[in-house]
């Protein structure tokens, strides 16, 4: 077992393969879904899922981990030799789940550092596979954190939706402009900017919005090395486009890495609603000497 280990939460949008070769340690959100509370993941609360109870008008809700359950999972791996971790999460505008894991913090015997990545889905997991990187080249948990932390404010993260509804009743974005949004029958481009959902342009339609999004990626990542990464929720079409469009856009910042691309998780997606597309450009940070 490693001296130091990073735990995420599964907005992160860490594939379990990734997860799993980088040591990174993943603590599951759940989603309600009429009486059914699931954890966030295959077998459970999946983007299908959410996406069909959306569409069928069932109440879906979302939840996050209790501090117990992350200073459980920080005990048990104190027990198994660990002596630091390194905790990164999705925004605390956001959600409870980086205050659990502050709370949990406090109740065990090593060194958690806490990270707010600022940031949501892979934003974030990008900021855990820095701080991963980090500690594979022999830095610190605090060197983990701190590089963790910069990625995450150094991150775009973009996104259309079909309709600002979803994130109005969620309470992720003010009332009035949802009104407004819907008023114009504009579709919104939104960005998420200190922590926070909150609005970028408003276009007339969905076509012109995915251009959109493609200028602003580009525009985001400059002549920098980046990762990018599309998503989308029941969209998959339009999301392959972005991909592939952006794919040849950035293919110099790209350095020959691909765009990921897959459905939202089903945390997020219960906020977004069917039909969003959302690209995350994160520059990569410089390599160790």
């Not at 390194?86 to 505008?93: C, F, N, Q, W």
């Not at 065990?108 to 550092?113: A, C, G, I, N, T």
């Not at 996104?159 to 579709?187: C, M, N, P, Q």
């Not at 040849?248 to 765009?259: H, I, P, Y």
């Amino acid at each position: 077992m490693p001296r130091v280990v990073v735990v995420t939460d599964s907005t992160a949008s860490l594939p379990a393969e990734l997860a799993e070769a980088r040591g990174i340690r993943v603590v599951p959100l759940q989603v309600v879904i009429g009486a059914r509370v699931l954890d966030e993941g295959p077998g459970g609360a999946t983007p299908e899922v959410v996406a069909e109870a959306l569409r069928d008008f069932v109440p879906v809700s979302t939840s996050r981990p209790a501090p117990a359950l992350f200073a459980d999972l920080y005990r048990s791996l104190g027990a198994d030799g660990v002596e630091e971790i390194v905790s990164v999460h999705l925004s605390g505008e956001m959600s409870g789940t980086f205050e659990s894991a502050q709370l949990a913090a406090l109740e065990v015997d090593l060194p958690v550092h806490v990270v707010d990545s600022g940031q949501v889905g892979i934003a974030t997991g990008f900021a855990a596979l820095t701080a991963a990187d980090v500690l594979d080249a022999g830095g610190s948990g605090e060197d983990a954190a701190n590089a963790a932390l910069a990625r995450g404010e150094a991150a775009s993260s973009l996104f259309y939706v079909d309709t600002l509804e979803y994130l109005r009743r969620g309470g992720r974005i003010g009332a009035a402009a949802a009104i407004f949004g819907s008023a114009l029958s504009v579709k919104p481009l939104l960005e998420i900017a200190d922590g926070r959902v909150v609005p970028r342009e408003r276009v007339r339609t969905a076509s012109r919005a995915l251009a959109r999004l493609a200028e602003l990626a580009v525009e985001a990542a400059g002549e920098e090395s980046v990762d990018v990464s599309v998503a989308h929720l029941a969209n998959a079409e339009r999301a392959e486009e972005l991909a592939t469009a952006l794919t040849e856009r950035l293919a110099d910042g790209l350095e020959g890495r691909e765009v990921m691309c897959g459905e939202l998780g089903a945390v997020l997606g219960a906020h977004v609603g069917p039909g969003m597309v959302a690209v995350c450009v994160s520059p990569r940070p410089p390599a160790s000497p």
